[in-house]
């Protein structure tokens, strides 16, 4: 099969020549190994290693590696390919197509968990099918997220837990991303043609963004992004803190904003972890895009003047291309309203540090739909939150923008 020189593994995130990739015996018949790799991954004991089948490399030719190999050990053919530094089993589209890590990124209750888990719902059942689309899971992802995300915010109506710290509890499944193939038609010269994307979400604790030693360990896959969501959550600004009543602003954060890592402290953190993977001056910009995004937005609507654009509906899909003159607007209203609120140092960060950079407002449970105080929600209705997935997928040409 085709495909590309280098890949990206989704898993652990490290670049591999595709010449290097392994592949697993699959033969229950064979013998079972120690599997050091693997061990390592899941933070094991490797003193008492994980059990599993060999691995082996294929030869390859060209750009090219076979769709198949045979077990040295029992000489059965297999079509498991295998990440070389892992030894997770990798999906297709990362072969054969674009790898699209998006870094969701923020302070502690900024809402990341609950971004996460709703716009995986809304790709699934509604962006991807107004693209002409479709997106699947790979392995166990599709389970593992009904059994977690989609089950206590659809199923269960409540909102969900504080994500655990990967550090803290290795056990705990965070350190597993979540990795879909987004799958969308395009028009070629004489046909219809497929192109396939890997999607990898990655839902992080935020004390696991608290220092940089945490930071290189935990989160090397932010510095592999195609794209970076920044949340900032509005309960960390005063000025709109203060046209909020207490009530409002303790059930749109259990956690004190006292406690929360400022969040330009965070992305001075995030930028300078990405400088030292790629080795760049500290001076030197950063070209992954960011799209820098306020949370809970139905909590601050209230505050938002009248006719502004983030308060009508996302026209993205509806369009089926990324609308510019919608996404001009919004971007102008929440650069003016970080202003108003005082909150310059973070423009300022993101300003310094990166080339191409983009502001929004979304509500990942909907206006009107804040927890009650046992937790209980309405299903998700949200606001705005695929804007800023759309524009990284415009700006890495997965989708096309509008001509106005």
Request: include cysteine.
């Given at each position: 099969m085709a495909i590309k020189q280098t890949f990206i593994c989704p898993f652990c995130f490290e670049e591999h020549k595709t010449s290097n990739v392994q592949f697993r015996c699959t033969n229950r018949r064979c013998k079972d190994v120690e599997d050091i790799e693997l061990t390592r991954y899941e933070n094991g004991d490797i003193s008492i290693p994980k059990m599993g089948k060999s691995t082996f490399r294929a030869a390859s030719k060209g750009k090219s590696i076979p769709k198949s190999a045979k077990c040295p050990e029992c000489n059965s053919s297999t079509y498991a390919v295998v990440c070389p530094s892992c030894h997770n089993k990798l999906p297709e589209s990362t072969l054969l197509g674009k790898d699209m890590i998006i870094s969701v990124v923020g302070s502690r209750e900024t809402g990341k968990s609950h971004f996460v888990g709703v716009i995986i719902n809304e790709l699934i059942e509604r962006i991807?099918?107004?693209?002409?689309?479709?997106?699947?899971?790979?392995?166990?992802?599709?389970?593992?997220?009904?059994?977690?995300?989609?089950?206590?915010?659809?199923?269960?109506?409540?909102?969900?837990?504080?994500?655990?710290?990967?550090?803290?509890?290795?056990?705990?499944?965070?350190?597993?991303?979540?990795?879909?193939?987004?799958?969308?038609?395009?028009?070629?010269?004489?046909?219809?043609?497929?192109?396939?994307?890997?999607?990898?979400?990655?839902?992080?604790?935020?004390?696991?963004?608290?220092?940089?030693?945490?930071?290189?360990?935990?989160?090397?896959?932010?510095?592999?992004?195609?794209?970076?969501?920044?949340?900032?959550?509005?309960?960390?600004?005063?000025?709109?803190?203060?046209?909020?009543?207490?009530?409002?602003?303790?059930?749109?954060?259990?956690?004190?904003?006292?406690?929360?890592?400022?969040?330009?402290?965070?992305?001075?953190?995030?930028?300078?972890?990405?400088?030292?993977?790629?080795?760049?001056?500290?001076?030197a910009k950063i070209n992954i895009p960011v799209a820098a995004v306020f949370s809970k937005f139905d909590v601050i609507a209230p505050l938002i003047p009248e006719g502004?654009?983030?308060?009508?509906?996302?026209?993205?899909?509806?369009?089926?291309?990324?609308?510019?003159?919608?996404?001009?607007?919004?971007?102008?209203?929440?650069?003016?309203?970080?202003?108003?609120?005082?909150?310059?140092?973070?423009?300022?960060?993101?300003?310094?540090?990166?080339?191409?950079?983009?502001?929004?407002?979304?509500?990942?449970l909907g206006m009107d739909n804040n927890p009650k105080e046992d937790r209980r929600i309405d299903r998700p209705r949200p606001h705005r939150i695929e804007d800023p997935l759309l524009w990284i997928l415009k700006e890495n040409g997965v989708i096309k923008p509008s001509k106005k």
């Open positions: 991807s099918v107004k693209y002409g689309g479709a997106m699947e899971g790979f392995d166990d992802t599709m389970s593992r997220y009904k059994a977690g995300a989609y089950q206590k915010l659809y199923m269960d109506m409540q909102k969900l837990d504080l994500t655990k710290s990967s550090v803290q509890d290795v056990n705990n499944g965070a350190y597993r991303p979540l990795i879909f193939t987004l799958k969308l038609k395009h028009k070629a010269l004489f046909k219809e043609k497929i192109d396939s994307f890997t999607l990898v979400f990655f839902d992080t604790a935020g004390e696991d963004l608290n220092d940089e030693d945490t930071m290189s360990t935990v989160n090397k896959y932010i510095c592999k992004s195609a794209g970076i969501i920044f949340l900032l959550d509005p309960m960390q600004i005063p000025a709109v803190r203060n046209q909020l009543d207490e009530n409002t602003v303790s059930r749109a954060s259990s956690v004190g904003w006292k406690q929360a890592t400022r969040s330009d402290d965070i992305m001075s953190r995030v930028s300078k972890l990405i400088r030292n993977d790629k080795k760049m001056k500290s001076e502004s654009t983030v308060l009508e509906t996302s026209p993205h899909c509806n369009e089926k291309v990324f609308d510019m003159s919608d996404w001009h607007n919004v971007d102008s209203e929440i650069r003016s309203l970080l202003v108003e609120w005082g909150a310059e140092s973070f423009i300022s960060q993101v300003d310094l540090n990166y080339t191409n950079y983009s502001y929004f407002a979304v509500s990942a």
